[in-house]
């Protein structure tokens, strides 16, 4: 999908080297390029798909409580960097620091602790789960016990109890408190994308990882939505990556936004300045009509 009038394909491109998936480097602590202050520093990433370039040495910083969209083409390498931050696959090459200390050494069951949390491309709920159950997977990987096997108990622990009112409140916080109890399957699809926010937020994360939120929402579905992240990012003073086509979303909601193409950054700026790129407006955003 492309924003605007543009038409959509996916695109590869060739290179050399090695499948990106869990196989490359492993280092010591680094500090990257940029500002000592961001909480997510990538630096110089490439990942390589056999003779695809995913990613072709990416780099760019976010600060702490910012939310950086990045954007670009089908294909350009935007979800792959969301595996690699989340830890499902190495970067052939390259550096990322979360919070000043290298991100590439950690296991993916380790992200949440550390305060990393994200949504997928397409949803990633439990259908037969009710929408309390499906938040409070978010928090498995942060609590002492599973609550599938809790369940299985009578009577609740202290720290069940706890999980449920966490997950309570934070239902509560996106207006989800009617749904708890009802199974995610048969609710309207953009409920569910807020689930999905729901059960990524329940963690408590520092930096939160956004993949096409708005994705199959109506208009007036990504306009709440904008307005649901903006207002999340302001009470809890997340960090934001936002990867969406929904351009009115991204320019509306954006404190910075990175355009990627063919793996590789075509530009970084202000929502206002990457809206005048004629780079950009090549690639990706196509003339205003
Ligand atoms: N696991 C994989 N194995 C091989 N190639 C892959 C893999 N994952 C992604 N790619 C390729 O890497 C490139 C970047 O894909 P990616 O999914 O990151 O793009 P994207 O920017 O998220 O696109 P979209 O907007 O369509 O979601 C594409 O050419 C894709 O086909
Ligand atoms: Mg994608």
């Not at 969301?82 to 950690?106: A, C, K, M, Q």
Request: aromatic share 4%.
């Amino acid at each position: 999908m492309r924003p605007a009038n543009d038409a959509a394909s996916s695109r590869s491109r060739s290179g050399r080297g090695r499948c990106g998936r869990k196989t490359a480097r492993s280092g010591g602590p680094f500090q990257g390029e940029n500002s000592i202050a961001a909480l997510l520093d990538v630096s110089d990433v490439t990942v390589r798909f056999g003779g695809v370039v995913a990613l072709d040495g990416l780099s760019f910083a976010i600060d702490e409580g910012q939310i950086c969209a990045l954007i670009g083409p089908n294909g350009a390498g935007k979800t792959t960097l969301f595996n690699v931050v989340s830890r499902v696959y190495d970067p052939t090459e390259g550096h990322i620091t979360y919070d000043g200390d290298d991100l590439i050494h950690l296991a993916p069951h380790t992200i949440a602790r550390v305060g990393i949390a994200r949504t997928f491309q397409n949803l990633a709920l439990w259908p037969g789960m009710s929408v309390l159950e499906n938040v409070m997977v978010g928090m498995h990987t942060t609590s002492k016990q599973s609550f599938l096997t809790a369940s299985l108990r009578l009577g609740l622990s202290k720290e069940e109890r706890q999980l449920r009112e966490k997950a309570h409140a934070v239902l509560e916080e996106l207006d989800l408190q009617a749904f708890a109890r009802h199974p995610a399957a048969g609710l309207p699809f953009g409920t569910l994308k807020r689930v999905e926010l729901a059960r990524a937020i329940v963690s408590d994360p520092r930096l939160l990882l956004l993949d096409e939120p708005a994705g199959g929402l109506t208009h007036s579905e990504v306009d709440e939505l904008a307005s649901v992240i903006k207002t999340v990012r302001d009470n809890r003073n997340l960090t934001v990556l936002l990867v969406e086509h929904h351009m009115h979303m991204v320019m509306g909601i954006s404190d910075k936004v990175v355009v990627l193409d063919f793996g590789s950054k075509i530009s970084e700026g202000l929502p206002s300045e990457i809206q005048r790129d004629e780079r950009v407006i090549e690639a990706y955003l196509g003339a205003p009509a």
